[in-house]
């Protein structure tokens, strides 16, 4: 039953090194890291890992956002390890699917996430209109 870890950075300026640190220190046997935003969800290196994870496997990131920044992908991701046998664990939240409380948790933490994202759009979107009314573009 392998710990597999799971380390996404959003920029090329961020390293993924401390949430690497931090899955070895929670007994992950492979890490593997990706540079992609939290929006997107085509990540190459996570549908590698979500291709090979097996039964009884736990998928293992440091906290959700480093995984799905939407409920719905993340609940998607969860129900392909489970479709598989496999778990899901986050170091920092702490989630562990293995128990009911775990997934009742991380739909909680989920909709947390998204609703944050959602925040930070709004802003954006004010943000850039503010600007646009000062005759600055893009803010």
């Known amino acids: 039953m392998p710990l597999i870890g799971y380390a996404r950075v959003s920029t090329e300026d961020q390293t993924p090194l401390p949430q690497s640190q931090a899955l070895k220190s929670a007994g992950c046997a492979e890490i593997h890291e990706e540079q992609a935003s939290g929006g997107n969800r085509a990540r190459p ?10 039964k009884g496997d736990t998928l ?9 920044r939407s409920l719905s ?3 998607e991701v969860i129900e392909r390890l489970e ?13 562990d699917t293995g128990s009911p409380q775990g997934k009742f948790t991380l739909q909680v933490l989920g909709a947390a996430a998204e609703f944050e994202r ?6 954006t979107k004010a943000g850039l209109a503010s600007a646009r ?6 803010g």
């Open 118 to 123: 959602a925040l930070i759009r709004e802003r």
């Open 73 to 75: 992908h993340l609940l």
């Open 45 to 54: 290196v996570l549908a590698r890992v979500l291709e090979r994870i097996g």
């Open 83 to 95: 479709a598989k046998g496999a778990f899901f664990r986050s170091i920092q939240d702490p989630i």
């Open 133 to 138: 009314t000062k005759g600055r573009v893009g």
């Open 60 to 68: 293992v990131v440091v906290r959700i956002d480093r995984l799905a």
